[in-house]
């Protein structure tokens, strides 16, 4: 049984639009939350994070919510560029070594 | 450039033969972690190495076998797989402490022929 759900597995956005990638989690445990956005034929590469002490954190364009309550984490992209399409994966955590991922959703921004 | 290495980034190999997945990180991180991933799948944590000692083994099959000789380095010795252990295989590496993300390589293909 997954505990960290991407429901949407692919998104398409304008260039200059926000991107708006959702995540859900069944475990009220997790505490770390976390972005990963992957290229092709590259590994996963860490985007932004958030304790659940937190409901939001923001690095330059990047902006990751979190809703404790509904277990629900978004990630915002504003601007979306075309280097910004990858496949953005959320992880999720309760034990500093172990994380739970996302199945991932495919981001395309259209120039 | 990825800060985890591993080799090789791709690798056929028979059910029969033996080979080994390697990692290597210089960033003083103390935890070090392999997973399989499946296409269209998220990764699956397969084990944990927490100060060079296996922490984590999640019921992975002993044709499977991890070693971590050093803080560096991280193995995954591979024997008698089977058709369905093709995948990609991510080696990831941490400071091991909370609230501090895992930094991944960029894998290594695996098909068992």
């Known amino acids: 049984d997954q505990q960290v759900k991407q429901n949407s597995p692919s998104l398409s956005v304008q260039e200059g639009r926000i991107s708006i990638l959702n995540c859900d989690y069944t475990?009220?445990?997790?505490?770390?939350f976390l972005w990963y956005k992957k290229y092709p034929a590259e590994g996963p590469t860490f985007l932004i994070s958030?304790?659940?002490?937190?409901d939001k954190n923001e690095d330059g364009r990047f902006t990751v919510f979190l809703n404790k309550s509904a277990k629900h984490l978004s990630l915002h992209i504003v601007p979306s560029q075309p280097g910004d399409s990858a496949v953005y994966f959320c992880?999720?955590?309760?034990?500093?070594?172990?994380?739970?991922f996302g199945s991932g959703t495919k981001l395309n921004v259209k120039p | 450039d990825t800060e985890v290495t591993q080799t090789p980034k791709h690798l056929v190999m028979g059910m029969t033969n033996k080979k080994s997945l390697k990692c290597e990180q210089h960033m003083g991180h103390r935890a070090m972690y392999w997973y399989k991933q499946k296409a269209k799948k998220p990764p699956e944590l397969m084990f944990v190495y927490s100060y060079e000692k296996l922490s984590i083994n999640e019921s992975v099959p002993s044709r499977f076998s991890p070693e971590c000789p050093n803080s560096s380095l991280l193995n995954l010795h591979l024997h008698a797989l089977q058709p369905e252990d093709s995948a990609l295989y991510l080696c990831?590496?941490?400071?091991?402490?909370?609230?501090?993300?895992?930094?991944f390589g960029d894998g290594t293909r695996l098909s068992i022929l």
């Open positions: 990831a590496s941490s400071h091991g402490y909370s609230n501090q993300p895992q930094h």
């Open positions: 992880a999720a955590s309760q034990d500093f070594n172990k994380f739970y």
């Open positions: 958030i304790s659940s002490i937190k």
């Open positions: 475990n009220s445990m997790f505490d770390y």
